[in-house]
């Protein structure tokens, strides 16, 4: 490579959340460095949760993100139930679920078609991609749609829901509101199956790597409101015992931390995570899909995720059929929840992965301390490690083709930058 110096610059990259940027560094025809710089402003929800009391938690967190408001809501919810003393399972569990489905199935259903797929097609864009494949992005709307009514249902309204409380709910839905859902839910199944046969015959760069991947598990379910954390290598603990095993770091780069396994490094989590860890516990339909895709519980091509969420959309859709069948109308809309002082942790997996609270209240139930830890953050230096794999396999291809893959690679992890805006400005230097 002849010794030179040159600058690649995107300032914006639209389909992903948040604002940041990134430099990869080529000398010598090696990558020297990468960084993912974050620039976005902190919003300090952490911060000014202290003082507030501990039944705002829900409404507060979920202003968080407009995209996994549930995720944050979920999360805040089972730590302050812990904190008292509070169990909250039965047909209010379910409930969580189902709102749990609605999400996954909007945010997944935004992300294949509208926000990854255009990278596979060639497309800058979903509105460029419709021109050519209308039904393709009508699918994805009618998809998006179904989880969206699903939310509004059951949490109130499809962002930001306000039913959700500490102990349960405000209200629960009568099964004659529910039932409307059911012919919605099943047209959603077929686009799903749609969806995954579509994204298995995609062109996936080759690329993979040795995952150390961390997700929630549950005996007898395919974990996502609730479980202990897990990995592929060994890792099994309950989810207060998070802070003894992983550690948020400050780069000089980023305004958002890094996240790393105390004396293991870097991880994934997301859903390559979650169907590596939990495979069989998917719906006979969505592991059916599965096989047919070719997908295995050893697949680590992250640029295949898009096929992994679409597998659970189809499960999303047929577990949120499951439990509106099996739905009866519980006696009160929540559990009484008294206050006491203690620490409590949440752990939930939101679309992109596990979503870690942690809260200290007094015996007011007051608000001491709070902790969030979001899946990007959690996947940033793995993301960083990846940009790096992707850029040394291509190394000398044109500045234009290696910045449109290294952008790929960021949306293999549907990333929500502070779980917030848009993303990314790019700069590639090579001397």
Same mark, same amino acid.
């Given at each position: 490579?002849?010794?030179?110096?040159?600058?690649?610059?995107?300032?914006?990259?639209?389909?992903?959340?948040?604002?940041?940027?990134?430099?990869?560094?080529?000398?010598?025809?090696?990558?020297?460095?990468?960084?993912?710089?974050?620039?976005?402003?902190?919003?300090?929800?952490?911060?000014?949760?202290?003082?507030?009391?501990?039944?705002?938690?829900?409404?507060?967190?979920?202003?968080?993100?407009?995209?996994?408001?549930?995720?944050?809501?979920? =999360?805040?919810?089972?730590?302050?139930?812990?904190?008292?003393?509070?169990?909250?399972?039965?047909?209010?569990?379910?409930?969580?679920?189902?709102?749990?489905?609605?999400?996954?199935?909007?945010?997944?259903?935004?992300?294949?078609?509208?926000?990854?797929?255009?990278?596979?097609?060639?497309?800058?864009?979903?509105?460029?991609?419709?021109?050519?494949? #209308?039904?393709?992005?009508?699918?994805?709307?009618?998809?998006?749609?179904?989880?969206?009514?699903?939310?509004?249902?059951?949490?109130?309204?499809?962002?930001?829901?306000?039913?959700?409380?500490? !102990?349960?709910?405000?209200?629960?839905?009568?099964?004659?509101?529910?039932?409307?859902?059911?012919?919605?839910?099943?047209?959603?199944?077929?686009?799903?199956?749609?969806?995954?046969?579509?994204?298995? *015959?995609?062109?996936?760069?080759?690329?993979?790597?040795?995952?150390?991947?961390?997700?929630?598990?549950?005996?007898?379910?395919?974990?996502?409101?609730?479980?202990?954390?897990?990995?592929?290598?060994?890792?099994? @603990?309950?989810?207060?015992?998070?802070?003894?095993?992983?550690?948020?770091?400050?780069?000089?780069?980023?305004?958002?931390?890094?996240?790393?396994?105390? !004396?293991?490094?870097?991880?994934?989590?997301?859903?390559?995570?979650?169907?590596?860890?939990?495979?069989?516990?998917?719906?006979? !339909?969505?592991?059916?899909?599965?096989?047919?895709?070719?997908?295995?519980?050893?697949?680590?091509?992250?640029?295949?995720?898009?096929?992994?969420?679409?597998?659970?959309?189809?499960?999303?859709?047929?577990?949120?059929?499951?439990?509106?069948?099996?739905?009866?109308?519980?006696?009160?809309?929540? @559990?009484?929840?008294?206050?006491?002082? *203690?620490?409590?942790?949440?752990?939930?997996?939101?679309?992109?992965?596990?979503?870690?609270?942690?809260?200290?209240?007094?015996?007011?139930?007051?608000?001491?301390?709070?902790?969030?830890?979001?899946?990007?953050?959690?996947?940033?230096?793995?993301?960083?490690?990846?940009?790096?794999?992707?850029?040394?396999?291509? @190394?000398?291809?044109?500045?234009?083709?290696?910045?449109?893959?290294?952008?790929?690679?960021?949306?293999?992890?549907? #990333?929500?930058?502070?779980?917030?805006?848009?993303?990314?400005?790019?700069? @590639?230097?090579? =001397?």
């Amino acid at each position: 490579m002849a010794s030179r110096t040159k600058t690649i610059k995107t300032d914006f990259l639209a389909r992903v959340e948040g604002e940041g940027g990134m430099v990869v560094k080529i000398k010598d025809g090696r990558v020297a460095d990468v960084k993912l710089r974050i620039y976005e402003p902190p919003r300090f929800f952490e911060a000014f949760l202290r003082g507030r009391s501990f039944t705002e938690v829900p409404d507060i967190t979920a202003r968080i993100c407009g995209i996994c408001p549930v995720a944050y809501q979920m =999360s805040s919810v089972r730590a302050m139930e812990q904190i008292c003393g509070v169990e909250v399972d039965g047909q209010l569990r379910a409930l969580r679920r189902l709102l749990y489905c609605g999400e996954w199935i909007e945010s997944h259903a935004l992300h294949v078609f509208m926000l990854h797929a255009p990278d596979f097609l060639g497309y800058e864009s979903a509105v460029h991609m419709a021109k050519d494949h #209308p039904e393709l992005v009508a699918r994805a709307l009618e998809l998006k749609k179904t989880g969206n009514e699903l939310m509004i249902v059951v949490g109130g309204r499809e962002v930001h829901p306000i039913n959700v409380r500490v !102990g349960g709910w405000y209200r629960v839905p009568r099964k004659r509101e529910l039932a409307p859902l059911v012919e919605k839910l099943e047209r959603a199944r077929e686009i799903a199956l749609e969806a995954v046969a579509v994204t298995a *015959g995609l062109d996936f760069p080759d690329y993979a790597f040795d995952y150390e991947l961390v997700a929630l598990s549950e005996p007898d379910e395919y974990a996502i409101d609730r479980g202990r954390i897990v990995s592929n290598r060994g890792l099994d @603990i309950n989810v207060a015992e998070y802070e003894d095993h992983f550690v948020e770091e400050h780069v000089e780069w980023s305004n958002a931390l890094h996240s790393r396994m105390i !004396g293991r490094g870097s991880y994934l989590c997301g859903p390559l995570a979650r169907f590596a860890l939990g495979h069989e516990r998917l719906s006979p !339909g969505a592991r059916e899909a599965a096989a047919e895709a070719g997908l295995s519980p050893d697949e680590r091509n992250p640029f295949r995720s898009i096929v992994v969420r679409s597998v659970e959309l189809v499960y999303a859709v047929d577990e949120a059929l499951r439990l509106i069948a099996e739905y009866e109308e519980p006696d009160a809309a929540a @559990i009484e929840v008294r206050p006491r002082a *203690g620490v409590g942790h949440g752990c939930t997996e939101a679309p992109r992965g596990i979503l870690y609270h942690r809260y200290e209240i007094d015996d007011e139930g007051t608000i001491l301390d709070a902790k969030i830890v979001p899946p990007t953050s959690q996947n940033q230096r793995t993301i960083e490690e990846d940009l790096r794999g992707v850029v040394e396999r291509s @190394i000398d291809a044109p500045d234009r083709e290696l910045t449109d893959l290294c952008e790929q690679a960021i949306r293999n992890y549907d #990333p929500c930058i502070s779980c917030a805006t848009h993303f990314l400005s790019l700069e @590639i230097e090579r =001397s």
